[in-house]
């Protein structure tokens, strides 16, 4: 994109999120469902309409964001609405809804990527992990459904997703295992992000060593059995500099809260628009979204962006990366409260105590340089 783009915007976003609820069917321990108050909403379907235009030309949608979005009552309405677009569909799932008639839709129309978030490659753990939710189910629905694929003679990509903690990590080689078992072409980790105190001794920045052999052994596995294995980078590595990087974001993506309100990228909380009472377009070059792209890159970018370090590459020998101990989330009512104090914090750098940190948690950090 050339900066003489920058503070004018594209004619479209490229990706258009949909989160279609934010109501979930589980209460995971590490999500922010389990420790954060949501204020629930169902994304009306009128919203996808007005989206018509856009969706004529983005690249790539996703249909989920902090919830469920199989729970939705007209989801596939929204699915197949989406589907008669030219973009790829993105849907992540904790698989507990998906059934024969789901299943079907998605091969008919095509669904681009399916990702399953499931932690654990065996019942207890998955069921203490992901409370409400149960093993075997989601399993069995994953295999009818591989098997749908192959009588439709149509796959998505599939993935399967754990959140990296220090109760699964050992795990994880097993569920390479798991994943090529069931048919997944990657599997996939993500560091945990702390959004509770109680949680703060499950971060794998205090297990470093057995993190990183547990890295190098899944990756043999992945190899051995013929599966993509996506996992962070090995701490200590190398990793480029923490701190904020030029971030494409405001020109590229446009997230659409379950209630309708539009925030400038999936880690904004500040609200741009509603397209309950404005069109794309009004939204899209509407001043918000210009002081977004403004300042995003700015010697003094907005509060959230400086505390970013999400944008493209996790940086992760940076504790702060690891840490929302006192993150509003978008769409609760801790939000609301943070939007009004936003401007004494705008100059906020992203770094925490470690030191701090480690005398008020009592921690004892493995590994740690
Ligand atoms: C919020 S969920 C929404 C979609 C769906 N409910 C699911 O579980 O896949 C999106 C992703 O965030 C992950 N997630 C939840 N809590 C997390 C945390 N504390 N740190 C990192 N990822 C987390 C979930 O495991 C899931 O892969
Ligand atoms: S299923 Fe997804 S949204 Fe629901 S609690 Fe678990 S991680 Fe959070
Ligand atoms: S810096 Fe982060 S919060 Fe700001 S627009 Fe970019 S991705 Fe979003």
């Excluded at 509060?303 to 978008?330: I, K």
Aim: charged letters at 30%; a negative charge.
């Amino acid at each position: 994109m050339g900066r003489e783009m920058e503070h004018t915007g594209l004619d479209f976003p490229k990706l258009i999120v949909f989160e279609v609820t934010n109501r979930c069917n589980l209460r995971c321990r590490m999500c922010a469902q389990s420790v954060r108050d949501f204020k629930y909403a169902d994304m009306p379907f009128e919203i996808f309409e007005k989206m018509a235009p856009a969706l004529e030309h983005a690249r790539d949608v996703s249909l989920f964001g902090w919830g469920e979005p199989l729970l939705h009552r007209r989801f596939l309405d929204m699915f197949d609405f989406v589907s008669q677009y030219p973009p790829d569909i993105f849907v992540l799932t904790n698989g507990m809804l998906l059934d024969e008639q789901i299943g079907e839709h998605f091969i008919e129309k095509r669904l681009r990527y399916l990702n399953f978030s499931m932690d654990a490659p065996v019942p207890e753990l998955y069921n203490h992990i992901r409370r409400g939710g149960d093993f075997h189910r989601v399993v069995g629905n994953i295999r009818r459904f591989r098997e749908q694929c192959e009588s439709g003679g149509y796959c998505p990509y599939m993935r399967t997703v754990a959140v990296l903690m220090r109760s699964n990590i050992e795990l994880f080689p097993d569920f390479v295992r798991l994943s090529a078992e069931l048919g997944m072409d990657e599997v996939k980790g993500v560091h945990l992000i702390v959004y509770d105190p109680s949680f703060i001794k499950e971060s794998l920045y205090f297990h470093q060593e057995l993190t990183n052999r547990i890295i190098d052994e899944s990756l043999e596995v992945g190899e051995k059995l013929g599966i993509k294995v996506n996992l962070p980078d090995k701490f200590g590595t190398g990793h480029p500099p923490s701190g904020h990087k030029y971030c494409h974001r405001p020109w590229e993506e446009f997230y659409i809260q379950a209630d309708g309100r539009v925030r400038a990228c999936v880690f904004s909380h500040e609200i741009m628009g509603d397209l309950r009472t404005q069109s794309f377009e009004e939204i899209w070059h509407g001043e918000p979204f210009q002081e977004r792209r403004r300042t995003v890159n700015s010697a003094t970018p907005p509060a959230e962006c400086a505390r970013c370090c999400h944008y493209r590459h996790m940086d992760v020998d940076n504790l702060a990366a690891y840490l929302r101990l006192d993150d509003p989330v978008p769409n609760t009512r801790q939000a609301d409260k943070w939007r009004k104090s936003k401007e004494a914090e705008r100059t906020t750098v992203f770094a925490v105590d470690l030191a701090q940190i480690k005398k008020e948690y009592g921690l004892e950090l493995e590994g740690v340089h």
